[in-house]
């Protein structure tokens, strides 16, 4: 149990185009899901918490204009890159809370721009 | 602020070989630790919690509140144990936002 789906597992676009990326808890219903954006051979920085029917909670430095978060129903939330430039390659991964419990991760999502 | 700390970017040992993986913390309170284990080409996946106090595919973590430390260890390294490992603090409690370290790639040498 306790699946995340992430979706697309890969995307290549050309700069200036807005790319979205899915996040769906499968078999559970996840108030909160969050955003991670990991770049080579790094770790994974939190960029948002996404929070079901309310704005999403931002870190520090990460333009919410840029990455517009949806978290319309219990089992997904969406990311979504505008006027995406090769800067915002990278590798997203989003996690769902399971309540009561743990985060769980989905597959990740590999953005490049062209 | 919270913060985890792992000094190795990597760590090679022979098979057979004892590995203990560093992870030091920073927070104000009491935090929830974890290890989080990332296999090649593979999801994020958690290895072991230290409110849980269980082993893990022969890993154990004690966390020490007085050096604020989390070292992962395993008294036999395996060839399948090759992988990134990630070192990880939240608050307690449900919704917190959890902070990673930088990971340490483990490389079992046959």
């Keep these: 149990g306790a699946v995340v789906s992430q979706h697309p597992s890969w995307v290549i676009c050309k700069s200036g185009t807005s790319v979205k990326i899915e996040c769906r808890s499968l078999d559970f219903q996840a ?18 918490t ?3 029917g309310s704005k999403a909670t931002y870190e520090q430095g990460v333009e919410k204009d840029k990455f517009l978060i949806n978290h319309a129903s219990l089992t997904l939330s969406t990311l979504t890159v505008t006027s995406a430039h090769p800067e915002d390659s990278s590798f997203y991964i989003c996690s769902a809370l399971l309540p009561g419990s743990l985060q769980h991760f989905g597959d990740g999502t590999r953005l490049s721009i062209l | 602020a919270q913060r985890v700390t792992q000094p190795e970017k990597l760590l090679s040992v022979f098979k057979g070989a004892p590995v203990e993986l560093k992870c030091n913390y920073s927070y104000s309170g009491s935090p929830e630790l974890f ?6 080409r593979q999801r994020l996946q958690l ?3 230290h409110i849980s106090r269980e082993s893990i595919k022969g890993f154990t973590a004690d966390l020490n509140k007085g050096e604020t430390s989390f070292h992962l260890k395993k008294p036999f390294a395996q060839e ?19 902070t990673f370290g930088t990971g340490t790639k483990l490389q079992v040498i046959p």
Excluded: H, I
């Design chain 2, 35 to 40: 290890w989080y284990v990332q296999y090649s």
């Design chain 2, 47 to 49: 290895l072991l919690r």
């Design chain 1, 31 to 48: 108030t909160t899901m969050f955003w991670y954006r990991q770049f080579p051979k790094q770790s994974l920085m939190l960029m948002a």
């Design chain 1, 50 to 52: 996404s929070n079901e």
């Design chain 2, 80 to 98: 399948e144990d090759s992988a990134m490992y990630y070192c990880a603090l939240s608050g307690r409690g449900g919704y917190q936002k959890v």
